[in-house]
């Protein structure tokens, strides 16, 4: 059972395109993570959100917490193919209980 | 610098097979996660290290399943009497352990994997 649930599933955009996908849940989490997934390979962190109403930005990623610590977005400008793969949340109690959503399987068309 | 490996990649089972997946994860890190991730879904949490102390197993389908690290480095994760419905991809992950805004974080580092089939 997937503790965080991620909107939309899959999404499928041509290159330029700017996207925004969700992570939602019911629980307040301490942290939060976004990761990237590509065929056969593990995740990859991209950021970690603490504070509620944190922004990060890493290059044309925006990465948002809500201010109750319940939800987070990762919005992408100007969508690459390089940008295509698998994007995960993850939450985090304050202890080792790291839960992943089922990720948004992003692909971008050149 | 070295990244957190897995090995096998892929094993393929017999059904009633004993199988060991092994970790090495990044050096110095205290913190070692198992996942179990199936066809089109995220990870699901399978056990926690912090150094040789597994600290929560609560994820672990079964008392078939069991994972190690006695020396606070090398894990293993092994699956007895495998069942096809154990076929998915084991990630092995380490964390260094760091404190943001006054709370633990675990920033994970993932190894590729290993693709378990049980036919």
């Known amino acids: 059972t997937q503790l965080l649930e991620q909107s939309p599933q899959f999404l499928s955009i041509q290159e330029g395109e700017n996207l925004t996908v969700y992570c939602n849940s019911s629980?307040?989490?301490?942290?939060l993570q976004w990761y990237r997934q590509e065929p056969g390979e593990g995740p990859v962190l991209l950021v970690t959100?603490?504070?509620?109403?944190e922004v990060k930005k890493l290059k044309r990623l925006t990465f948002q917490f809500g201010d109750a610590r319940k939800d987070s977005s990762l919005h992408i400008t100007a969508a690459q193919p390089g940008d295509t793969g698998l994007y995960l949340c993850a939450g985090a109690h304050n202890n080792n209980d790291m839960r992943f959503g089922a990720g948004t399987r992003l692909t971008v068309k050149p | 610098g070295a990244g957190v490996s897995q090995s096998p990649r892929y094993k393929v089972a017999k059904r009633g097979q004993d199988v060991a997946l092994r970790c090495d994860p990044i050096s110095g890190h205290v913190s070692l996660f198992w996942y179990q991730q199936a066809l089109g879904q995220g990870p699901e949490f399978l056990t926690y290290?912090?150094?040789?102390?597994?600290?929560?197993k609560s994820g672990l389908p079964s008392d078939r399943f069991f994972a190690e690290r006695p020396e606070g480095s090398v894990s293993t994760l092994k699956i007895q009497r495998t069942q096809q419905e154990d076929s998915a991809v084991y990630l092995c992950?380490?964390?260094?352990?760091?404190?943001?805004?006054?709370?633990?974080?675990?920033?994970?580092?993932f190894g590729p994997g290993t693709r378990l089939t049980v036919t």
């Open positions: 992950a380490s964390s260094p352990l760091r404190f943001l805004a006054g709370q633990t974080s675990y920033e994970q580092y």
């Open positions: 629980s307040v989490f301490s942290s």
């Open positions: 290290f912090q150094n040789e102390a597994q600290l929560d």
């Open positions: 959100v603490v504070t509620g109403g």
